[in-house]
């Protein structure tokens, strides 16, 4: 079955380090996103990507990176220049073109930093 | 800019209770509608949708009608369920493409009680 893939489930890191969660599909779609999650504000949009080799700051885009080096992966590091790391991070694909198509998404990565 | 306004939660349920989780936009274009649903540690499952005014979506019991007029799009279903608990999410993505994704509500939590 077609899907998104986001890995690990749980990730603990130590303040001060960068960590890289990982989102990859099969669905063929040529965009795809990275939202945080946390209690109470709904999603926020970190970075998009409509195309290979092509990406966009989203609405909180500071502290975190991004690449899209093939259409399947589109890998978020956190870096620590992040000030609150801890949270729960989704990744998303939709097919591209039409308003009306939604987003398909992963099952999230929970992110620790202590 | 966009927003979506959802009723604030958590909203609690007897089992077989009529649900109304309220949710209106604004937009500077012609959005299509969504709601999506949250179940504990996980991601994001389309719940239903619409993409013009005075659509109805449907699925799972579930309802949902595009109001341009008031512009509203509230989730409605006749008999809950305890497995209907979760966390609920109205989106909109407006009909250029929306190629930044989905703008959030901030989602209501619902709790179904036996």
């Known amino acids: 079955d077609g899907g998104i893939t986001q890995s690990p489930k749980y990730l603990f890191r130590k303040e001060g380090q960068n960590v890289t969660l990982s989102c990859e599909q099969n669905?063929?779609?040529?965009?795809m996103y990275w939202y945080r999650q946390d209690p109470g504000q709904g999603l926020r949009l970190i970075y998009y990507s409509q195309i290979v080799n092509d990406f966009q700051k989203g609405d909180i885009a500071e502290g975190y990176s991004v690449s899209r080096e093939k259409k399947e992966s589109f890998p978020l590091t956190v870096t620590s220049a992040q000030k609150n790391p801890t949270a729960f991070y989704l990744c998303?694909?939709?097919?591209?073109?039409?308003?009306?198509?939604?987003?398909?998404f992963g099952n999230g990565t929970r992110l620790t930093v202590t | 800019g966009d927003s979506v306004t959802q009723m604030e939660g958590p909203v609690t349920l007897s089992e077989e209770a009529f649900l109304t989780i309220n949710c209106t936009y604004t937009a500077t274009g012609y959005p299509s509608l969504f709601w999506y649903v949250q179940y504990p540690g996980e991601g994001l499952q389309l719940l239903l949708k619409?993409?013009?005014?005075?659509d109805k979506g449907s699925n799972k019991g579930f309802e949902a009608t595009y109001r341009k007029e008031t512009t509203s799009f509230h989730l409605e279903k006749g008999s809950v369920q305890v497995s209907d608990s979760a966390v609920y999410f109205c989106a909109l993505k407006l009909s250029g493409g929306g190629a930044d994704g989905l703008t959030f509500g901030k989602g209501t939590h619902l709790i179904i009680q036996p």
């Open positions: 619409a993409t013009k005014a005075d």
């Open positions: 669905l063929n779609h040529d965009a």
């Open positions: 998303a694909s939709s097919p591209p073109g039409q308003g009306g198509s939604p987003l398909h």
